[in-house]
């Protein structure tokens, strides 16, 4: 039986007013959640009250992760320090999982090392991230969250502005990620991205949240076409 | 957007004038101010006597430059070695406090007495602390040195947690998510992210300190103040210009020192990072510009 990791309870999300409402839904390991919805939706600070970076406005979110690095969360703007290096970056996932008192400095470079390679940005270690492209940042905000290997992670269009090849190997490290029962929500608009990667899909209409598999989407986007 | 900004600029300066009439009982005052100002300049001040640069009579100058053994050198010397100990030590201590006074990166229950021990240390003027480390301690620099610590942890303090206030939110809130702690993201996310404002404060602190060793030298807290307040007894104001002079070169240098340092953290400096001479033929070019 897959573990419990995070259990939303009639969860009412937004600022001013509500965006989502009565939210109540589970999230067990080894899964991958797809939000899906219109632009202005909510989808965001849906993911962001889950990260506890928003107070629900109703309700309770329950994360039953580990004490120390157990919340992943790649955000639209990545949230990578931009006056440090690639290194420094992936080392901040690593040192989150991995504080001083629990692995060795040793452990911690071995895993930001195999994250750095993982993405391919082996020859931009050292480089500072404001001379890095795009696509070159979202892969070391992804490397950032493979060297923390967070049990669950919460990313925001983490694979948008990335091309065919590098998707391939972001959900190829992802995959590897989840097949070890890291679980992943993400928020995602290309319908391709999401048949390639998600298990479960949650969209969001008329400020509802419809939990379903990739097979009811599937045919729910046929109907509407 | 632009007559708006206008209209506000207008609104502040007349408040500020209405104000500064509630203040000033009498404009009269103003007549003849210049004229006084200019005959005390050429009759008391100028021109200035760089004798301050020429080695004392006594102590006998065993140096082969004159210029080390002079009231200048000397003065100077102790004013920037007090103002530098003074400016690293308060550096230290603000980042220290400052650190748990920035409310987006403390709850406000902490915060708050952060901030307050802040104001409090800042509310007294260094001059203030000068006084009072010399009741405590006696003449000297090390007077002159706890009261600057004391007002730059003040000081220092309120610019370095309004500087953490107003950085970009998106790496702290990954950093606060991902679980990282408090003095992980402080020393791997807040510091690389505003090292250029801290250190621009730093080097701003240090000239204002080697600006201010003028005043609490005056109380008797050590550096070039010290011979400033003795020219100043004896009335002789040339000598005052000549120090003043002095210490407007230094700070111009500090100046100087500080486009160098922060060229390493901006992202300029990824492109170009400025020569001491390039900077001094731009400033030429400049001058040639406006003619």
């Given at each position: 039986?897959?573990?419990?990791?995070?259990?939303?309870?009639?969860?009412?999300?937004?600022?001013s007013?509500?965006?989502?409402?009565?939210?109540?839904?589970?999230?067990?390991?080894?899964?991958?959640?797809?939000?899906?919805?219109?632009?202005?939706?909510?989808?965001?600070?849906?993911?962001?009250?889950?990260?506890?970076?928003v107070?629900?406005?109703?309700?309770?979110?329950?994360?039953?992760?580990?004490?120390?690095?157990?919340?992943?969360?790649?955000?639209?703007?990545?949230?990578?320090?931009?006056?440090?290096?690639?290194?420094?970056?992936?080392?901040?996932?690593?040192?989150?999982?991995?504080?001083?008192?629990?692995?060795?400095?040793?452990?911690?470079?071995?895993?930001v090392?195999?994250?750095?390679?993982?993405?391919?940005?082996?020859?931009?270690?050292?480089?500072?991230?404001?001379?890095?492209?795009?696509?070159?940042?979202?892969?070391?905000?992804t490397?950032?969250?493979?060297?923390?290997?967070?049990?669950?992670?919460?990313?925001?269009?983490?694979?948008s502005?990335?091309?065919?090849?590098?998707?391939?190997?972001?959900?190829?490290?992802?995959?590897?990620?989840?097949?070890?029962?890291?679980?992943?929500?993400?928020?995602?608009?290309?319908?391709?991205?999401?048949?390639?990667?998600?298990?479960?899909?949650?969209?969001?209409?008329?400020?509802?949240?419809?939990?379903?598999?990739?097979?009811?989407?599937?045919?729910?986007?046929?109907?509407?076409? | 957007?632009?007559?708006?900004?206008?209209?506000?600029?207008?609104v502040?300066?007349?408040?500020?004038?209405?104000?500064?009439?509630?203040l000033?009982?009498?404009?009269?005052?103003?007549?003849?101010?210049?004229?006084?100002?200019?005959?005390?300049?050429?009759?008391?001040?100028?021109?200035?006597?760089?004798?301050?640069?020429?080695?004392?009579?006594?102590?006998?100058?065993?140096?082969?430059?004159?210029?080390?053994?002079?009231?200048?050198?000397?003065?100077?010397?102790?004013?920037i070695?007090?103002?530098?100990?003074?400016?690293?030590?308060?550096?230290?201590?603000?980042l220290?406090?400052?650190?748990?006074?920035?409310?987006?990166?403390?709850?406000?229950?902490?915060?708050?007495?952060?901030?307050?021990?802040?104001?409090?240390?800042?509310?007294?003027?260094?001059?203030?602390?000068?006084?009072?480390?010399?009741?405590?301690?006696?003449?000297?620099?090390?007077?002159?040195?706890?009261?600057?610590?004391?007002?730059?942890?003040?000081?220092?303090?309120k610019?370095?947690?309004?500087?953490?206030?107003?950085?970009?939110?998106?790496s702290l809130?990954?950093?606060?998510?991902?679980?990282?702690?408090?003095?992980?993201?402080?020393?791997?996310?807040?510091?690389?992210?505003?090292?250029?404002?801290?250190?621009?404060?730093?080097?701003?602190?240090?000239?204002?300190?080697?600006?201010?060793?003028?005043?609490?030298?005056?109380?008797?807290a050590?550096?070039?103040?010290?011979?400033?307040?003795?020219?100043?007894?004896?009335?002789?104001?040339?000598?005052?210009?000549?120090?003043?002079i002095?210490?407007?070169?230094?700070?111009?240098?500090?100046?100087?020192?500080?486009?160098?340092?922060?060229?390493?953290?901006?992202?300029?400096?990824?492109?170009?990072?400025?020569?001491?001479?390039?900077?001094?033929?731009?400033?030429?070019?400049?001058?040639?510009?406006?003619?």
């Amino acid at each position: 039986m897959s573990e419990l990791l995070l259990k939303l309870s009639n969860l009412n999300v937004g600022f001013s007013e509500d965006l989502v409402q009565d939210v109540s839904l589970e999230v067990r390991s080894g899964e991958i959640i797809a939000v899906l919805g219109q632009s202005g939706i909510g989808k965001t600070t849906l993911i962001r009250t889950i990260a506890g970076l928003v107070q629900p406005r109703q309700g309770s979110v329950e994360l039953n992760l580990p004490e120390h690095g157990g919340l992943g969360y790649i955000p639209q703007r990545l949230g990578l320090v931009r006056h440090a290096s690639v290194y420094h970056n992936v080392n901040l996932g690593a040192r989150a999982s991995l504080p001083w008192f629990k692995g060795s400095r040793e452990e911690r470079a071995r895993r930001v090392t195999s994250a750095i390679a993982a993405m391919g940005l082996e020859e931009k270690t050292r480089e500072p991230i404001r001379r890095l492209s795009g696509g070159q940042l979202r892969r070391v905000a992804t490397a950032r969250a493979l060297a923390q290997q967070p049990t669950l992670l919460l990313a925001d269009e983490f694979l948008s502005e990335l091309d065919h090849t590098t998707v391939d190997v972001v959900v190829d490290a992802v995959k590897t990620l989840t097949d070890e029962g890291h679980s992943l929500v993400m928020v995602e608009h290309h319908e391709e991205n999401v048949e390639m990667i998600a298990t479960r899909i949650w969209l969001i209409e008329n400020q509802q949240l419809i939990d379903m598999t990739i097979d009811e989407w599937r045919k729910k986007m046929e109907e509407e076409e | 957007m632009r007559r708006g900004f206008l209209f506000a600029i207008g609104v502040l300066l007349l408040t500020a004038f209405i104000i500064l009439n509630d203040l000033v009982d009498d404009w009269g005052r103003l007549s003849g101010g210049m004229e006084n100002l200019s005959v005390f300049i050429q009759e008391s001040m100028w021109p200035p006597n760089w004798s301050v640069l020429e080695a004392q009579s006594y102590p006998v100058c065993e140096n082969k430059i004159e210029f080390f053994c002079s009231v200048g050198y000397i003065g100077m010397m102790e004013t920037i070695k007090i103002a530098f100990v003074a400016t690293i030590l308060g550096f230290i201590g603000a980042l220290c406090l400052s650190s748990f006074a920035a409310k987006n990166l403390m709850p406000m229950r902490i915060a708050f007495p952060f901030r307050t021990l802040l104001s409090a240390t800042r509310s007294l003027p260094s001059l203030i602390w000068a006084i009072i480390f010399v009741i405590v301690i006696g003449f000297g620099p090390l007077a002159g040195v706890l009261a600057m610590t004391f007002y730059t942890i003040g000081y220092l303090g309120k610019l370095q947690y309004e500087t953490y206030e107003g950085m970009p939110s998106d790496s702290l809130e990954v950093s606060k998510a991902m679980g990282l702690s408090h003095p992980a993201i402080f020393t791997s996310v807040v510091i690389p992210e505003t090292g250029n404002h801290l250190l621009s404060q730093l080097m701003f602190m240090f000239e204002y300190n080697v600006r201010h060793g003028t005043v609490i030298g005056i109380v008797g807290a050590g550096g070039i103040g010290y011979y400033i307040n003795t020219y100043l007894k004896l009335l002789q104001y040339d000598k005052v210009l000549a120090l003043l002079i002095l210490i407007f070169v230094v700070v111009i240098l500090i100046d100087l020192l500080s486009l160098m340092l922060r060229s390493f953290v901006t992202d300029e400096g990824d492109v170009r990072r400025p020569k001491w001479l390039s900077f001094l033929m731009k400033l030429r070019k400049g001058d040639e510009s406006t003619k």
